[in-house]
């Protein structure tokens, strides 16, 4: 079954930029539409972005538009999630996941229309 591992988190100073990548195992990856998640303590687990099962179509939320890029390599085996300007509200815990219903809109990027995920990945933005 599909499993999903993210990686690259760390600190940066604010202005910076930090790529962060989930790493699928299992053979159904191309099967499933992706998508980035942050959390800090307390507070819900909140859409950055997905992506559509063929990359058809990329999905943003508004406080990163314009900062964040969601890519997938050729094999669509890993997910990337480049940020670039980061600032220190976006200090979070980062997680990867994967889903099978429906991701046509941004509306959609919710936690619930995402099956699997990976363990997390903490990015602490310094000022």
């Known amino acids: 079954h599909l499993q999903l591992v993210e990686s690259g988190g760390g600190s940066v100073q604010a202005g910076g930029s930090l790529r962060l990548t989930c790493t699928a195992s299992?053979?159904?990856?191309?099967?499933?539409?992706m998508g980035w998640f942050r959390q800090t303590p307390g507070a819900e687990r909140e859409g950055v972005g997905g992506?559509?099962?063929?990359?058809?179509?990329?999905y943003y939320a508004d406080p990163v538009k314009g900062r964040f890029t969601l890519s997938r390599d050729k094999t669509r085996t890993i997910l990337y999630l480049n940020m670039n300007n980061v600032r220190p509200e976006d200090t979070a815990k980062y997680y990867c996941?994967?889903?099978?219903?429906?991701?046509?809109?941004?509306?959609?990027?919710?936690?619930?229309?995402?099956?699997?995920w990976g363990r997390g990945t903490q990015v602490v933005v310094s000022s």
């Open positions: 996941a994967a889903g099978s219903a429906s991701l046509s809109r941004l509306s959609e990027l919710l936690p619930a229309n995402f099956d699997v």
């Open positions: 299992g053979n159904i990856f191309d099967s499933y539409y």
């Open positions: 992506i559509t099962i063929r990359g058809g179509a990329i």
